[in-house]
């Protein structure tokens, strides 16, 4: 496979650190001593040519290690191809590895400038210091390096991962100077990372903290070499996750002798007094994402679903009480602006829907309630379809933890949820995780920011319910939702703000 760009259609394996190294190994093995590097540092001056084509200032700040390593193999090759390549290195010629050592004398050998301060000026940078290696708290010269080229760098291009981010998880070093210093365009000045173009080179595989938590934020614009080893190795490490593309989301073609029977119905439950608009957002984006028939039973203690007998925006929308719902032939959606209200009604619909998707209140009220939480995790052994779809800090509710400790390993936090309750979860946020019992987990790569604001999750919920009243398995379902509502904010005009209303009638 030849250096590409990521193709936001396509759905791609994703490696552990732990795996690469062992693909890394097995790579090595077969192939003249140094030849891997070799092709990695080629691949990083190719896209440094590519990215920045009238660059001739390049500084290359490089660690000690491998990934330096890479670094200076490029600086090397840029050399040669008439740019200006400043190398400030880390390294210590007597504990150098022996790959990074001999790329080390090439680009010496090729008249390479090295530095022991990054120059004054500078057309692009290359941050190869950490890579994957990172395993302690950034600080000292290789903090203030990264800080520096934050600050100052017209663009950067980071080899493999961004220096001082878990490849893994998406997550900084828990250290003042890592979150102040490496993390302060991603974290506290999101202006600044928008101005300041950021790229990666993912090298050999792909790694799953690129793209949840705040690993978009800090890789950018993610491209791929596999290093011509993909179909060598690629069979015998299996990914730890998949990254969700389109190709992995289509929707069957719908015969033309159907009719609104053929596509399910889907009730939606919640809209406690204040909140009506919750439910009502929900089983819009339901009916857009192609349910047949969607009810609503709204739980205000206004008994407004017989004061509101008509959604004037979405007249196809029919108003019940739940006790006149027949939930055992329904897809439900629970919880949407639910409130206190919801806690009542849900021992009956945990025991009665087939076809669940519980989110917001419903799930607040279940991580405060053991016998809910036992309705729930009974659910499974009944063979019905749950799906729940909480936000870090509901996720962090139902799992006694804090939210924080959720965003440190959204894929474990999201796949011990699935475990623990026997159903699929969709863990929103930057780089949605899906997971469920016995399956690889898929991490979402659409979406942005747009939809940072209320209502948008309730649409989420909505759509999903479609999708499970289709008749599609529930880790399908929750796919498909998933990647089509972020598709959805990626094609909103960029100039626009995105209201969940106006998300619901998009999709």
């Not at 690129?210 to 490490?237: P, Q």
């Not at 719902?325 to 209200?341: F, H, Y």
């Not at 509710?397 to 390993?409: G, H």
């Not at 209502?455 to 599609?472: E, I, N, P, Q, Y």
């Amino acid at each position: 496979m030849p250096l590409i760009r990521l193709n936001p259609t396509t759905s791609y394996p994703l490696h552990s650190v732990a795996a690469t190294r062992r693909i890394e190994q097995s790579a090595a093995a077969q192939l003249a001593p140094h030849t891997l590097m070799q092709r990695a540092g080629l691949a990083v001056a190719r896209l440094a040519c590519a990215l920045a084509p009238n660059a001739q200032t390049i500084w290359l700040a490089c660690g000690p290690g491998n990934n330096g390593g890479d670094g200076l193999e490029a600086a090397m090759h840029l050399k040669l191809w008439g740019r200006n390549p400043v190398v400030t290195w880390l390294g210590d010629e007597t504990r150098c590895p022996p790959d990074a050592l001999l790329s080390l004398h090439r680009a010496r050998q090729a008249g390479v400038t090295f530095v022991t301060d990054p120059p004054a000026e500078y057309d692009f940078a290359i941050d190869a210091l950490l890579g994957i290696g990172q395993s302690k708290p950034v600080t000292g010269k290789l903090a203030d390096w990264l800080h520096h080229m934050q600050a100052t760098s017209p663009a950067i291009l980071c080899v493999d991962v961004p220096s001082g981010l878990d490849a893994d998880r998406g997550k900084y070093v828990e250290s003042e100077i890592a979150i102040n210093n490496i993390a302060n365009q991603a974290i506290n000045t999101p202006a600044k990372c928008l101005n300041t173009p950021a790229f990666c080179l993912s090298l050999l595989t792909l790694k799953p903290g690129l793209f949840t938590a705040y690993g978009k934020d800090a890789a950018g614009e993610i491209w791929f070499d596999d290093l011509d080893m993909d179909s060598k190795n690629g069979a015998s490490e299996p990914p730890c996750a998949w990254l969700l593309g389109a190709d992995h989301t289509n929707l069957p073609a719908r015969m033309h002798a159907s009719h609104k029977g053929s596509f399910g119905d889907v009730a939606v439950v919640g809209g406690a007094a204040g909140m009506t608009g919750a439910a009502l957002l929900a089983g819009r984006a339901a009916l857009h994402a192609g349910a047949g028939r969607v009810f609503v039973a709204l739980l205000d203690a206004g008994n407004s679903s017989q004061a509101l007998a008509v959604d004037l925006l979405q007249p196809e929308l029919m108003f019940r009480s739940i006790e006149t719902l027949p939930l055992r032939e329904q897809t439900v959606v629970c919880g949407c602006g639910g409130g206190d209200a919801v806690r009542h009604v849900l021992p009956q619909v945990l025991s009665q829907a087939p076809r669940l998707v519980l989110d917001a209140d419903a799930l607040n009220a279940i991580s405060a309630d053991t016998s809910l939480q036992t309705l729930l995790i009974a659910r499974s052994k009944r063979s019905f379809s749950t799906i729940l779809t909480p936000h870090p800090l509901e996720a962090a509710r139902l799992l006694s933890i804090s939210t924080a400790q959720v965003q440190a390993d959204r894929l474990v936090a999201a796949q011990t949820l699935a475990d623990r309750f026997g159903c699929v979860v969709v863990l929103k946020g930057a780089g949605s995780v899906i997971a469920a019992p016995g399956v690889t987990s898929c991490i979402n790569a659409s979406g942005n920011a747009k939809l940072a604001t209320a209502g948008t999750g309730d649409v989420l919920a909505g759509m999903v319910g479609a999708m499970l009243a289709a008749g599609d398995n529930a880790f399908s379902a929750a796919c498909i939702a998933t990647y089509r509502h972020g598709a959805a904010a990626d094609q909103w005009p960029v100039d626009r703000a995105l209201t969940a209303n106006a998300l619901a009638q998009r999709i």
